[in-house]
């Protein structure tokens, strides 16, 4: 764990073999890296090693030779320098006490996950505060469709940690030419730029069922920005996060694609389909449909005025039609444009 060269190369394990994983994982091996990638089931983690691709995520795309696919998660984890958890946040703590006895003290651990705990409102670090105390924590996140990564296609992240060690590790084994990584002390903020954006996803993909204009996609766009702000401002983290690529840029990506799981969710409902059908559909995680549950719930709490989160809850679970969040927008109450801008509304302009 010492050497030179292990301080040079660090061993990554990413554990959870969907999409993101796999990119991610793929990254690291391309960059010189040893890497495993653990998937839960042993028969599709022997297929993916064999083929040398994730056909069910990731068809048509070569993975790189440094990188070792297995079920086997002692063996991904224990010899590894560096960890990343890429599974949905209904299952990040159970797989979090899985990998704690294989774990090296020295380890850094980082979560790529962008959703929120059901019942206890915790982040995937905060998760890993609990379970892995005293250790180096960070997460990833950012506007990075998976499908874009493997093809090589010019992308920029974010790392959030407070741990210097954190931030110069995950750069330095996930930067090339075709993938930038941003630094960020901001973890519970790029961490909710994550999660939240998801909710307005689904709101835009509505939207774009509608046939909405152009007037109405930049309005609901840009209100979306500020009441994630707003949220993440109530729940300790700097707004200001979000004018950055873990804010706003996964924001447009998100809401502006077809990509996006969540925006075809959206998509799907606009269209008049079942939340379930569309789900069922999708055959993967939409975090969205499960955190905007959890964000109203916290909202109402809290006292956070937050019209198109709860609009959007009031279609999904309350059979409401899109009429709901169209009026809560525009008859709510009356709020400034920009906020958080450092000056009050009585200084002099």
């Not at 060690?165 to 630094?183: E, G, H, P």
Request: glycine share 10%; charged share 20%; with cysteine.
């Amino acid at each position: 764990m010492t050497s030179d060269n292990k301080l040079s190369k660090p061993i990554v394990a990413v554990l959870g073999g969907g999409s993101f994983g796999t990119a991610i994982a793929n990254i690291a091996a391309l960059n010189g890296h040893r890497t495993y990638l653990w998937m839960r089931h042993i028969e599709r983690a022997a297929s993916c090693q064999a083929s040398r691709q994730n056909s069910e995520y990731l068809p048509g795309y070569t993975l790189d030779d440094n990188l070792i696919i297995t079920a086997d998660l002692a063996e991904a984890v224990s010899s590894s320098d560096v960890v990343f958890i890429s599974v949905p946040s209904s299952s990040f703590r159970a797989v979090t006490r899985q990998v704690a006895p294989y774990l090296s003290p020295e380890a850094v651990v980082v979560s790529t996950t962008k959703g929120i705990e059901a019942n206890t409102f915790n982040l995937m670090s905060q998760i890993l505060e609990q379970e892995l105390p005293d250790r180096h924590i960070g997460v990833v996140s950012g506007p990075n469709f998976a499908k874009e990564i493997i093809q090589k296609q010019l992308t920029g992240t974010v790392v959030a940690s407070d741990d210097s060690l954190v931030l110069q590790r995950i750069q330095s084994i996930l930067s090339s030419d075709t993938f930038r990584v941003y630094a960020n002390t901001d973890r519970y903020g790029v961490e909710l730029g994550g999660a939240l954006k998801n909710i307005y996803a689904i709101i835009t993909g509505m939207a774009a069922a509608y046939g909405v204009g152009g007037n109405s996609q930049a309005m609901v766009l840009t209100r979306s920005l500020a009441e994630m702000g707003r949220f993440a401002n109530s729940m300790g983290a700097d707004p200001m996060t979000f004018l950055g690529l873990a804010g706003v840029g996964d924001l447009i990506l998100t809401c502006t694609s077809d990509l996006s799981r969540n925006y075809r969710v959206g998509y799907g409902v606009g269209q008049g389909k079942n939340l379930d059908e569309v789900v069922a559909e999708l055959g993967q995680v939409a975090e969205g449909v499960n955190t905007v549950k959890l964000v109203k719930q916290k909202a109402e709490e809290m006292g956070i005025y937050m019209p198109l989160a709860t609009g959007l809850y009031a279609v999904l679970f309350e059979g409401k039609g899109i009429e709901e969040i169209v009026s809560s927008l525009m008859q709510g109450e009356q709020s400034n444009d920009v906020e958080y801008t450092g000056r009050s509304q009585g200084d002099e302009q």
